[in-house]
């Protein structure tokens, strides 16, 4: 028997998805039920039967699990924020393990044991240091910043989220208040047209310097002056303005030329007792208490010695590296985006750092280059975005061959499979250590120790 559409049934939800919508099972067939948690024992309406699976919605709780708590954020479930606020963080943590454990052993072929207990975020709301709201306008013609709904380009609008820093609340506010003064036009993508397309704001949260970061669809906007004015006059810590030109017909938020309006242009952070800059298009850690925890797991897997050269690949503004620079003789950071290895460098030397050198390029290709070049790697580093390494650079990073590889990874699935391709090298997993940097989202970083057997 296969279950029918628009019929209810009442099951208990006995899984998540790697997307966090709830899992039951009726007649032996896998149901979907977003926005359920473990433990529900629910009526589900069936709303679409596939051969195998089907998707569904709770019409009724009929028992809550003992996981769930209450939301207290109006848009929650209709933004693509957050994923669990209706459970608890304990929950959302066992939910991370599990998602961890099962990638690995499933597709990376890991051990178990080799799997250590999540380090949990001691905050899990306010955490990031980084906001980017898209402009809209209501229904009143009042510009209005907002989220995107959940898998959609649709604006809805609201100034605050529990996630982001508590001081970027007060910016949106005044910001729109400037914005609705000039009634500046708003970027409508459906037409390409209109000025205002983002509102994008940072947060060095040890120093606390604010960035506020306007991206247009024009080199210029009327009103310039009196915005960084407005913004200055109410903002002690406000530290620079930049305006971002993206001109492109593009859903990517910033484009390439920014030009600044007031200040140097970047915020400086400290992070593992160094300082960092941070300019609007550069990469850096949205969760920096957390990140300093990543860095220090990274750092002790990594077990660097003096005499040795370190890898950091991927190294945004070369962060990673530079905050274990003094544990090795010498240091290399490969990063794909100009602004950000010219940022890299400026770190190192801001922080008086001389045994360390970047280089722009592609992770896979700069691997080859440095392999020419004969370099003797003793440990690599790798933190590459959600999509994981070129298989290319595995291949190369095996001929590099360094006694240890440590993976910082930001999907456990492309982690999975990447370690899968070094296992065939010869590498083994030593150590798999899940770390959470996304509180409330599923999102879930994993830091990886590789080495041959000894
Ligand atoms: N390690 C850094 C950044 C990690 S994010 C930190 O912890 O802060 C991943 C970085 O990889 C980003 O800075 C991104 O610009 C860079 N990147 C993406 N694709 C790349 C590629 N093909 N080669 C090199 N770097 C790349």
């Not at 209706?86 to 044991?113: M, P």
């Not at 370190?310 to 962060?319: A, E, H, I, S």
């Not at 290709?365 to 690599?380: M, R, S, Y």
């Amino acid at each position: 028997m296969t279950v029918k559409k628009n019929e209810i049934y009442k099951s208990e939800i006995i899984d998540y998805t790697t997307e966090g919508s709830g899992v039951c099972r009726i007649d032996g067939m896998a149901v979907f039920v977003p926005n359920t948690a473990v433990g529900d024992i629910a009526e589900i309406k069936i709303l679409k039967a596939a051969k195998n699976y089907a998707f569904g919605k709770a019409e009724n709780i009929l028992n809550p699990s003992a996981d769930r708590c209450i939301s207290d954020c109006e848009i929650f479930q209709k933004c693509g924020g957050c994923v669990f606020r209706h459970i608890n963080y304990e929950a959302e943590l066992r939910f991370k393990q599990k998602r961890v454990k099962d990638a690995l052993t499933r597709i990376g072929g890991v051990s178990s044991e080799k799997i250590m207990p999540i380090v949990c975020s001691d905050r899990a709301d306010g955490y990031r240091n980084k906001a980017q709201l898209p402009l809209t306008l209501d229904k009143n013609g009042k510009i209005r910043a907002g989220f995107f709904a959940s898998r959609s380009h649709r604006v809805i609008p609201q100034n605050k989220c529990a996630l982001q820093s508590p001081i970027f609340n007060k910016v949106v506010n005044i910001f729109l208040e400037w914005a609705n003064d000039e009634k500046i036009t708003v970027y409508d993508e459906t037409v390409h047209s209109g000025v205002l397309r983002h509102l994008y704001l940072r947060y060095a949260e040890k120093t606390d310097e604010l960035m506020v970061c306007v991206v247009v669809n024009a080199d210029e906007i009327k009103g310039e002056n009196r915005l960084v004015k407005k913004l200055k006059s109410n903002l002690s810590n406000l530290k620079t303005v930049v305006l971002n030109i993206n001109k492109e017909k593009t859903n990517v938020i910033t484009g390439r030329e920014s030009r600044v309006l007031y200040g140097n242009g970047y915020i400086t952070d400290e992070l593992c007792g160094l300082k960092f800059r941070i300019s609007p298009l550069s990469f850096y850690q949205v969760n920096r208490d957390q990140a300093e925890k990543l860095y220090r797991i990274a750092a002790d897997l990594a077990g660097l010695k003096k005499h040795e050269t370190l890898l950091d690949m991927y190294c945004g503004t070369g962060t990673i590296g530079l905050s274990m620079a003094d544990r090795v003789k010498s240091l290399i950071g490969v990063e794909i985006i100009p602004q950000a290895v010219e940022d890299a460098k400026k770190n190192a030397q801001r922080n008086g750092i001389e045994n360390s050198r970047f280089i722009c390029g592609d992770a896979a290709v700069a691997a080859k280059t440095l392999k020419t070049e004969d370099l003797k790697a003793d440990c690599i580093i790798v933190d590459p975005p959600r999509k994981g390494c070129e298989s290319s650079l595995i291949g190369t990073i095996n001929e590099l061959s360094p006694k240890r590889v440590v993976y910082v990874s930001c999907d456990p699935a492309t982690l999975s499979r990447d370690v899968r391709l070094f296992e065939e090298k010869g590498y083994i997993v030593q150590q798999a250590i899940p770390v959470d940097m996304f509180p409330r989202t599923v999102h879930v970083e994993t830091v990886v120790l590789m080495s041959h057997n000894i």
